[in-house]
Each structure stands twice: as C-alpha cells, then as structure tokens.
C-alpha cells in the first residue's frame, strides 16, 4: 500500500496537484483498504478542499 501512495503522489505533483489534493487521495486509499485514517489526514475540513469552488466564490449564492 505504501508504494501505491508513494508512486500516486508523484505521478500527481508532477501533473501538478497540490498537496491538499495528494492528501485526499492517500485519505481515499486508506478508506478504500480499511485502514483507520490518521489523524492529521482526517482533520482536513471539507471547506479546506474546495476553496476555489466557483459558486462559493458568487456574491449572493
């Protein structure tokens, strides 16, 4: 599993995701195998994950 995480991440910062996204993606590996998320993985909120989300960006919406 940690060489799936390890190639994953790379593959995804050299296409150029930032960190928050490669650690979604180890959350969702982790999830996926059952294995209890860690704690500074989980704590990210889901605000923090969408913040150039268009229509939150909207006045009025």
């Not at 490669?22 to 909120?45: E, H």
């Amino acid at each position: 599993m940690a060489k799936l995480i390890n190639i994953t991440r790379r593959v995804m910062l050299d296409m150029g995701s930032t960190p928050v996204e490669v650690a979604a993606m180890v959350q969702s590996v982790f999830i996926t195998y059952n294995v209890p998320v860690p704690y500074a993985l989980a704590k990210n909120i889901p605000e923090q994950l969408s913040i150039y989300d268009l229509p939150a960006l909207q006045p009025g919406v």
